[in-house]
């Protein structure tokens, strides 16, 4: 009958220790794979551009660090070409621009969205609710020509606020937030604060809001690396190649197809300082994401 | 009676707090989202190669891209290999993604046979899932270049596996290219996926497993006929979630290349409508491309949605509680 107890406890033991050190293999071998690319990144960018030439691939860090440093800002390397494609701090700049307000903007008013659909009784409730459920699947690529052909009309092309605004209306992050809320909020709160004297929008703001902190969190990181890694929709929108409003990825785009730019090492440094904002917010706060992944989002 | 006009007096009065809190974000969704989708949905049935069309042509661009006609065969094909490469660019990265992520899904979830670091491995697999998707494309591309100086090139002229002068060239070639960009992708997203199934496991009552394992039920045995039939659900959701996103593969294959012009090995739907307004300026086609987008995506989400209904009370129960459609 009982297969684990057919067996001696000493036996069944050495049994369980030989699959979990197999197992414990196999994450480490993913784990390497998982890293290995970064790490590349990493090594090469502290490399000369002749130690790559010389060797592709390498374990150990080179002599380079400061010379391609250097580089980044130097318009006489390479005619030019680098320094036109790639700026790291405008990069930067401008990301941190658009990736912070949205951010806001999506936490803010998909809390208060939620808070809408969770403490009022209204008419249109079960249809607004219904609503944001169906159209939380629809991607950007599917309305990105009339959204184009809209925001060309208002002559709102290269501007940031068609980049900023839309995240005003994040279903998903809606979708997140009632869920939480229902679960967790207690409804009495409101309604003390109602004979206290407490008007609705000081209600959300001064009450509601301190208790969603937690949860919410999450959601803003969230929020701040899709935003940041966004490409497509940037690239729409800021369409007249000046590179003092790029986003990170748009120059990072550039930097790749431009087959001139022939000084390996900075390409490598480049790329290593366009996920190292996301990489060092992830690794600081990586208890939290990973908890908060399968919270109620969606995507691909 | 006194209490009903009570809570209909106090409904009427706070109601309006209700429509203020949800303006914001329906005017928004309006203005960015909705109104630019019956944008999209009008300039399909206008005439093509222009910005700002005014004749109206019917279903003329659905049927250039669906069926081609005597003059214009290239637009056809070019959808229909564009369909063709985001079936073949998922279908791919899907098997080796959920093969993967259910593999240590249920070894992470395993009560008897602890693995060390288990929070360490999992923050490892979710990182590739954060990085800029371009500069993903970036790191692949200078590993996988055609020079001498690339990682992979290099290693294999050092090796003496291919002759100086005879690189492979990754990006161009329609196997390595393809099977690279399902690789890139599968490395993103299987922790995302590990995590997702992960969280459903957790979901089943941990009592089930003691049972069978009194039972003296084998691994697999509990894996396919305890674990599998209680996760259906949320298999689905990633399944079809997965399927969504995979319509909307861009980033990768738009980048995985050099110099200027997209592989035609790589060319997704996605790739197809951006270039179709962004570099052609046919908004014809390509708001075309986005309805016939928008139509497969529906029906996606509704089968979520049918399957989800479907399901036995204590795991919608558990879904609910997950946060998951």
Known sequence: MADSYNYSNKAYRRNLMIHSTIRFIVCVLLTIICLLPIYIIVINSTRTTAEIIENGFSFLPGTGL??????????????????????????????????????????????????????????????????????MMVPMQVVSTGFLQFMAKLNLLNNYLPLILPAIAAPSVVFFMLQYMRSSFPLDIVEAARIDGCGEFR?????????????????????????????????????????????????????????LITEFGVRYLAILLSILPVVVIYLALSKFIVKGVALGAVKG | MQAATDRRHRMISYAKYGYIFIAPFFIAYIFFMLYPLINTFILSFMENRTENPTVFVGLQNYQHILFGDASRNAQQKAFMSSMGNTLILWAGNFVIQIVLSLLLAVWFSDVRIKIKGTGFFKIVMYLPNIITAASVAGIFLMIFGKTDQSVVNSLLL??????????????????????????????????????????????????????????????????????????????????????????????????????????????????????????????????????????????????????????????KKKKAKGGKV
């Open chain 1, 66 to 135: 400061v010379e391609n440093f250097k580089m980044l800002g130097d318009g006489t390397k390479n005619k030019g070409f680098f320094v036109e494609a790639f700026n790291v701090l405008e990069g930067y700049r401008n990301s941190l621009i658009i990736a912070g307000c949205s951010t806001v903007l999506t936490v803010f008013f998909s809390a208060m969205t939620a808070y809408g659909l969770t403490v009022y009784d209204f008419k249109l409730k079960k249809f607004a609710t219904a609503f944001i459920l169906a159209v």
């Open chain 1, 203 to 259: 209600t959300f703001m001064q009450i509601s809001l301190p208790i969603f902190k937690p949860a919410f969190a999450v959601q803003a990181i969230f929020a701040f690396v899709a935003s940041w890694n966004n490409y497509y929709t940037p690239s729409m929108i800021i369409v007249n190649g000046k590179r003092e409003m790029k986003t990170m990825p748009m120059m990072v785009q550039a930097l790749l197809n431009n087959n």
């Open chain 2, 158 to 315: 050092k090796w003496g596996v291919i002759l100086k002068g005879g690189n492979i060239d990754f990006t161009t070639d329609p196997v390595y290219s393809r099977v690279i960009v399902m690789f890139i992708q599968s490395w993103m997203w299987f922790g995302n996926t590990m995590l997702l199934l992960l969280s459903g496991i957790f979901g089943i009552d941990p009592s089930i497993y003691e049972a069978a394992d009194i039972d003296g039920s084998s691994g697999a045995n509990t894996f396919f006929r305890i674990t599998m039939p209680i996760l259906k659900p949320i298999f689905i959701y990633v399944f079809i979630t997965s399927m969504i996103g995979g319509l909307q593969m861009f980033d990768i294959p738009y980048m995985f290349h050099h110099g200027e012009t997209v592989s035609p090995y790589l060319k997704t739907v996605a790739v197809y409508i951006y270039q179709a307004f962004r570099k052609d300026h046919n908004y014809g086609y390509s708001s075309a491309a986005s309805i016939l987008l928008f139509i497969l995506t529906a029906i996606l989400g509704a089968l979520i949605y049918r399957f989800n209904t479907d399901s036995s009370a204590p795991v």
